[in-house]
């Protein structure tokens, strides 16, 4: 079995570091202070250099 | 990010700090505080009636306080999880006094005020600072006068402004006018009151007010106790009504916020505070003044920097349509002071770098590029968790190795190690995550640097 992991954050680093792991079958604690997950990234209206929407 | 809610794999722990971590890299204990949130996670579906009902406003810190949530709340409106919190620097409830209401109106009985902070323990073999960084407080330096001009922003919170899930719906309303605007709901609302009252006097006495009030100043009810109060009723009326007149005329002549300064390296690049270039801003101006011009095509915005960093992939070209599609204008020279012109207009002093002259601009609004500023939680947190930091405060790392902290089995991405870009805090995450996977799967952490 393997061992587990904890991510300290929730914004976008911390989000795609869950995911990788996660899909590696790895089982992960994603630990956030806020009440809901997407840091700063959520916040903006889109992003460069495409102009995608943040969420 | 959905899929983060979603992954049988993870475990959220929103609304949650690390407090303890002990042992060593493959075999850590970490303890967690889960704070109340005095709604229950398992029975509150989101629905978002509570808030509707919840009479205690608060200024929305995902909004950067450009708009008001409730003290129950849920932090964004596609937030994971969905799960409320009532905030209880806020509630009424929990400060001691008589409200309650959102536990009447919730069906589905999730709110619980007498819950209390859980604390738990997970075992783990490796851990990923991921916390992120903080806006740099533009107040800090006097002479943009920050928070003194009401139409000087920062980034992030025109970010906001130019969402149409945001506080204007994506208008760009300036915050001069949004609070002329919020000054006149707020008289309107006296007004429908004292109107009430005069309409039920009007009705009594079977006149008009603006009638009965000019007999009444002629001296006709002299020794007329009930009408001296109706006089005295119209007349504060009347108080309510001249200023929302004059009010709603100026308002008349709102319009968006057309003309455009943005400001780069503020705190940046700068010796008083972080002698860094925080990487991402000069690009976030051009998006911000890109989509300020998609919204409104007579929008014109001047940049004011030192140099342009666009260092990315596709960054220069985007940097260019900008200049050549929306209206952008790029001014080589350091701006030296933000005052207030005519209709707050902010008016920005610069050294035009390039013609050697010192100029002066009129713009409706002025943009901040704020700094990338390491997360204020980060002191503590890295004597927690058992990890340096650099000068700065940022996690400390080695070229060689971006992602390892000074301790073995603790790795770092994102903001929280330096100021960077999402693509390249994806990029250093999904290596964070391999470089944790490797202890995670192997059970010998000893082998970890002979596989290199
Ligand atoms: C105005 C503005 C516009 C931008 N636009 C763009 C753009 O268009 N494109 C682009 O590529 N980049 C852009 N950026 C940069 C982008 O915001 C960052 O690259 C990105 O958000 C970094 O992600 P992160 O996960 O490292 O940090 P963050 O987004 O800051 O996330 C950190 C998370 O950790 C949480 N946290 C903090 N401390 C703790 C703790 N002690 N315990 C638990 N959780 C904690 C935080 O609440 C947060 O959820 C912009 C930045 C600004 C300021
Ligand atoms: S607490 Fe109740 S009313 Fe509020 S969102 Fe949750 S389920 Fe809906
Ligand atoms: S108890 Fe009252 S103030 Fe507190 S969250 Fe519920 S409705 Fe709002």
Redesign the pocket.
Known sequence: MNKEILI???????IQSALDLADMGIKVHL????PS?????AQ?D???PTNDCAI | MLDVGRHPNIELLSYS??EKVEGRIGDLRVTVRRKARYVEEDKCTGCGTCTEKCPTAVPDAFNEGLGDRRAIYSYFAQGIPSTHTIDPDQCRQLKGKKCGICAKTCQAEAINFDQKDRIVEIDVAAIIV????D?FDPSRIPEYRYREITNVVT??EF?RLLSASGPTVGHLDRPSDRAVEAQIEELEKKARKSQKVLGKLEERFGESSAEFHEKYQAGQYQGDQERQKWADKYAAHLSVMEPLEDLKKRAEGFTVAKRLAFIQCVGSRDFRFYPFCSG?CC??SV?EAIIAHEHEPETRSTIFGMDIRAVGKGFEEYKIRGGDHSNITYVRGRVAEITEGANHNPVVTYEDTRERKVKSQEFDMVILA?ACAP?K?IIE?AKVVGIELDQYNFVKTSPLSPVDSTTPGIFVC???ESP????E?VAQASSAAERAAEIAIQPRPEMEHAVA
């Not at chain 1, 300290?8 to 911390?14: K, Q, R, T, V």
């Not at chain 2, 991921?130 to 960084?133: D, I, L, N, P, Q």
């Open positions: 300290i954050g929730g914004g976008i680093a911390g630990v956030e202070k806020l997950i997407g840091g700063k990234m903006l889109k992003t460069f | 700090e690390v991921a916390v992120g960084y806006v980034a992030i970010e991402y690009m976030h998006k704020t997360t939680g947190l994102g903001c929280a960077m870009d999402v693509p805090s």
